[in-house]
């Protein structure tokens, strides 16, 4: 029998632990960074001599004569930068978290550059070692496998799945997140045969001889898979605290989970307060949850520095490399016999506008992942007849990905006040392959098209998707500003970005992207201070900003990451 502690005893506890909480989030007294270069990303991106941090937030940048002064005054801790860089923490535009931390759970699958599965046998191998240490009966998860990379160049079927363990169901989902593959226990399991119908939006890949299923899932029916995946409590409590060593590894400040039902929501939330997960955190409900929103059915108790819940995601259409992006032309090499194969939208358009409409007449912020130019169309229609039927003079919308967008809709975005959120680092793990393969040279050279918002005035943010590929920053400002494949070939030149907005992309633009722009994103007074300490300029070989490392990561004055070395 569990003893329980008195009512007061209990009331007790709560309030040292969360004292101890209040205290552990609160710096370490008035601190001035002297000695480096102070990136502030304010109006003009001024690069100052000094900034003065004092109770979580910035007290003064500028001159280091005026930083000086206050810090006398203040009494402050010096901070010698060494000619190192301070920059505001980076901004997760759009991701996953934790997704990131999924790999200390689950099985990676990625091949290189990312892991080392080359080809199915590599992948069967994985999957084998993870049975043998698994009760029969228990599924095998595994993540991040690319068709593309592999040497076979195909999806694994069921019949290779099987081979790897027909004792347990195994589930993969490929990297792009939009497809999945089961073995024959895990489509049973699953109730996938020969008689279920593709479900709307999706498809169930069938063997080319009969109707059965040969495993791989599309889109919708990948989604079959879902609460598969999700690990136990123990398992997920492992998963975020592999990802928040990541983020603030990776200097990240302010994490977001770009897609989360109600009980990841609520999840996050208290692993926040009880203090798990040191990042502010940018919750993105999914549309069904925002429908439980606004009927009552969920509450969602933001907490305003540290937890916020921000714009309704949809999903209108899958990925370029799985095949699924919806696209006004086909697809350069299609994947079978149909050459004018273009792609498929999730959800219907009709269906979409009514979704989208729903969702802005309700007051929310709407961000709709798009990777095809079709798709694009389709959503810019959904915004253009939100604000028709309900103006709103500063909604923001967002399209996620943005991937194909071509000039016109970029004139569209700039006349509706949309904010495209760019996968750039696609030009890098990706770029070979859709010059090549998905999209062409000429289109290929489009993909990510920051340049081209730039010279709009658009206000565009930059994005890992991690766990796409992984957090990193760094890299992503690399490839917008070089835009070079992983092969090292340019991947059009004329997209390319300079260094400081790359860095606003990831600061004050991402910031601005989820209304958040008069509190972080910015080294200005009074804003958080969210702060990154680089071993380098990134203005001082843009070539070779992949190599800056994080030395250090600060968040409301507290420093929670230092590198060892």
Known sequence: MTRRLPLAAAILVVVLALGLLWGARRGPGPTAYLGGPVFTMDAESRV????????????????????????????????????????????????HFPGAGIYAVHVDLNSPPIGT?????????????????????????????????????????????????????????????????????????????????????????????????????????????TPLLAPGPL??????????????????????????????????????RLGVIPLRLMLWPLDDTADALLDGSFEFPAEGEWVRRGAVKLIADGSIQGYTGYLTEPYHVPPGDDAGYRGYPRIPREALLERVVTFHR????VAVHGNGDASIDDILD???????????????????????????????????????SFFSLHTYYWGDRHRDRFMGPERAARMSPAASA????????????????????????????NRRSTSGASIGADQRIGAMEALRAVTIDAA???????????????????????SASP????????EIRVLETVIGGRSVYRESR
């Open 454 to 481: 730039l010279r709009r005035g658009l206000h565009f943010t930059i994005h890992c998707d991690a766990p796409v590929v992984p957090m990193e920053p760094l890299r992503l400002v690399w490839a917008a500003v």
């Open 235 to 272: 398992d997920s409590l492992r998963m975020v605290r592999h990802a928040v060593d990541l983020y603030l590894r990776a200097g990240v400040t302010s994490a977001q989970s770009g897609g989360a039902d109600a009980r990841m929501m609520r999840g996050l939330y208290w692993l926040s």
């Open 48 to 95: 100052v001599e000094g900034l003065g941090v004092e109770d979580g937030r910035i007290a003064v940048a500028g001159s280091e004569a005026a930083v000086r002064a206050w810090a006398g005054k203040r009494g402050a801790r010096i901070v010698d930068l060494q000619g190192r860089a301070l920059l505001p923490g980076f901004i997760d535009a759009h991701g």
């Open 512 to 534: 601005y992207q989820h209304f958040e722009e008069d509190v972080k994103g910015s080294l200005e007074p009074g804003k958080l201070a969210d702060l990154v300490i680089l």
């Open 117 to 225: 599965v080359e080809d199915l046998g590599d992948l069967i191998s994985r999957l084998t070692e993870r049975a043998a240490q698994t009760p029969s009966g228990e599924w095998i998860v595994g993540w991040g496998y690319d068709d593309t990379l592999l040497a076979e160049q195909r999806h694994p079927t069921r019949h290779d799945l099987d081979r790897a363990s027909t004792e347990h169901p195994i589930a993969l989902l490929h990297v792009s997140g939009h497809l999945g593959v089961a073995n024959g226990a895990g489509l049973e399991v699953l109730g996938i045969d020969a008689e279920t119908p593709d479900p709307e939006g999706g498809r169930i890949r069938r063997e080319a001889d009969s109707r059965r299923p040969d495993g791989v899932l599309e889109e919708n029916a990948a989604h079959l898979l």
């Open 362 to 365: 309700a007051g929310y912020q």
């Open 539 to 546: 203005l001082e070989d843009p070539a070779r900003i992949d």
């Open 382 to 420: 959904a915004f253009e007849a939100a604000q028709r039927a309900v103006p709103r003079e500063d909604a923001r919308p967002i399209v996620i990905h943005a991937q194909m967008s071509r000039e016109d809709q970029l004139d569209r975005m700039q006349a509706l006040g949309v904010v495209p």
